[in-house]
């Protein structure tokens, strides 16, 4: 068997020892003579994995027991309406910040519920390269909420500071980059996540509201029954049948992080390694190889650059298959090429790909 050095963007690697655990566990989960997909979700059994995976999360992020932690399902782009369909009534206004291709997709869903500021760094020719600066931010702070995306996938930026915004509750689309690197939770009100990027399968989506942002929250009863957070949080998201098998794989990643790897400090330094190799190959390319991202701004997940034609980057994302390396192509959108080195790629498989690109130039420039 050959594994793959998949730099995929999402769904993305996972873990080894977690890929392994689910196999060694597929016939006979926990003693129950079946697969976790093949139990009710109103088991004992599962019932106390549902529930060891949010104090999991709780665990990782620092979170004290005002968090709520809800597993939902239709993926981030989900939350771009439940944000606002949840809180934007009455009148109500949230600011923006938009770094990217998401957090515009955010803005156009936000506009169905009500009136929206919006803060961009979008370029003339609508690329995105940098976060903005903190002098940069006027926010009204009378905001029901502000919200920002702090890992840009397909641009590759990550915000490299926590901004400050007032005392408006802020809202942060984290799907690319939670459990990278600490974040301070008491700066947060809810944080959200699709899980295929660096928390296991797609599939399951991690709400995390703080309970008096929750309390702020529309009325169950105006909203339909499974767009309201309130519903999610009142069941412990066991309303309804909840993505279970999802929820095991995270289940164990979070574990894997939290055990083998020793937490979210252990995770940024291995991070921190991996983006500094990954930029440094680039920078000293004599610009064979140019990231476009203010240096600033630069993402330690999704590493994107460009080769001089998109002919020498179709065959540098050819050659890189024949090496054993994939998932390097970058967003449609943008072109280029994009490394996503999210927590479950180790070091070994970014000096792989840099040793690859090091010879990508040495014969090609
Ligand atoms: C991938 C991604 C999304 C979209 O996620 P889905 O789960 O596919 O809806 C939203 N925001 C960010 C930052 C992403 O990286």
Known sequence: MKRAINFNAGPAALPMEVLLKAQEEMLDWRGTGMSVMEVSHRSSE?????????????????????????????????????????????????????????????????????????????????????????????????????????????????WQYWPEVGGAPLVCDMSSDIFSRPFPVDKLALIYAGAQKNLGPSGVTLVAIRDDFLYLAQEQSKLPTMLSYRTFSENNSLYNTPPCF???????????????????????????????????????????????????????????????????????IKQAKSAGIIGIRGHRSTGGIRFSIYNANLVDNIRKAVEFMEEFRLINR
Do not use: C
Request: aromatic share 12%.
């Open 46 to 158: 599962y019932e106390a994995m549902h529930n060891e995976s949010q104090e999991l999360f709780r665990k990782l992020a620092g979170m004290g027991p005002e968090w709520k932690i809800l597993f939902m399902t239709g993926g981030a782009s989900t939350q771009f309406f439940m944000v606002p369909m949840n809180y934007l009534f009455r009148e109500r206004k949230a600011t923006y910040i938009v770094t990217g291709h998401w957090g515009k997709a955010a803005v156009k869903e936000a506009k169905r519920f009500g009136s929206i500021d919006v803060i961009s760094t979008e370029n003339e020719d609508g690329s995105f390269t940098r976060i903005p600066k903190q002098e940069e931010l006027r926010i009204d702070p009378t905001s029901t909420y502000v919200h920002m995306t702090s890992n840009n996938t397909i641009y590759g930026s990550q």
């Open 246 to 316: 999802s929820i095991y794989i995270l289940n164990l990643t979070l574990k894997w992080l939290l055990y083998s790897i020793g937490g979210l400090e252990n995770m940024q330094k291995i991070n921190e390694e991996k983006a500094r190799i990954l930029y440094e190959a680039i920078d000293s390319s004599e610009g064979f190889y140019r990231g476009p991202v203010e240096k600033e701004s630069r993402s330690q997940m999704n590493v994107v650059f460009r080769l001089k034609t998109p002919e020498m980057e179709d065959a540098f």
